[in-house]
T-cell receptor, first 113, second 111 residues
Framework: SQTIHQWPATLVQPVGSPLSLECTVE??????LYWYRQAAGRGLQLLFY??????ISSEVPQNLSASRPQDRQFILSSKKLLLSDSGFYLC????????????FGPGTRLTVT | GIQVEQSPPDLILQEGAISTLRCNFS?????LQWFHQNPWGQLINLFY???GTKQNGRLSATTVATERYSLLYISSSQTTDSGVYFC?????????????FGTGTRLTIIP
């Protein structure tokens, strides 16, 4: 069966510090991978998605970036965090192509101070 | 992009009641999912239902694609059903392989 991992679970970082959140998927090959952000407990905003290694699409311009160095690894990064980057970050995967379910990881709660 | 509206935004019911949650969307969809977000933030898949009706225990869902809405029913609601319920759609006219989420319905079941 497939599983999705995210770490860390929680993170408190000062403004201006770098960020690296990691997501890995087990039990499947060539998945679509997604990063979402949820602020204030409602509404998920799609940040990035990837249909293959090195293929990243950005949905929202911001100071965040994403990379996919391996087939089942998706990384969310920032060089300098802003207060507005605080939120709950969720990684998701689906089988490649349309019309398939997305499955979510446990999330990382980021607080920028 | 496609608009996804969920109603009501908040729903407070007594234990044992039937909960009815609605999701309206503004364009044709080829994917629709319902999720439950638990108090720890985990999104739990409930239904993949771009059309038709499905049932899983006390939960059922119906999507009428031609009229652009979906309904989620929870019968004999329990306190553990509390949380936020999200509808999410994939619209081929607005980019495949991406879900657009509604703003959610916060369900509170009172003992």
């Amino acid at each position: 069966s497939q599983t999705i991992h995210q770490w860390p679970a929680t993170l408190v970082q000062p403004v201006g510090s770098p960020l690296s959140l990691e997501c890995t998927v087990e039990g499947t090959s060539n998945p679509n991978l997604y990063w979402y952000r949820q602020a204030a407990g409602r509404g998920l905003q799609l940040l990035f998605y990837s249909v293959g290694i090195g293929q990243i699409s950005s949905e929202v311009p911001q100071n965040l970036s994403a990379s996919r160095p391996q087939d089942r690894q998706f990384i969310l990064s920032s060089k300098k965090l802003l207060l507005s980057d605080s939120g709950f970050y969720l990684c998701a995967w689906s089988v490649g192509g349309s019309n398939y379910e997305q499955y979510f990881g446990p999330g990382t709660r980021l607080t920028v101070t | 992009g496609i608009q996804v509206e969920q109603s009501p935004p908040d729903l407070i019911l007594q234990e044992g009641a039937i909960s009815t949650l609605r999701c309206n969307f503004s364009d044709s969809v080829n994917n629709l999912q319902w999720f439950h977000q638990n108090p720890w933030g985990q999104l739990i898949n409930l239904f993949y239902i771009p059309s038709g009706t499905k049932q899983n225990g006390r939960l059922s869902a119906t999507t009428v694609a031609t009229e652009r809405y979906s309904l989620l029913y929870i019968s004999s609601s329990q306190t553990t059903d509390s949380g936020v319920y999200f509808c999410a759609v994939e619209a081929p006219n607005f980019g495949n392989e991406k879900l657009t989420f509604g703003t959610g319905t916060r369900l509170t079941i009172i003992p």
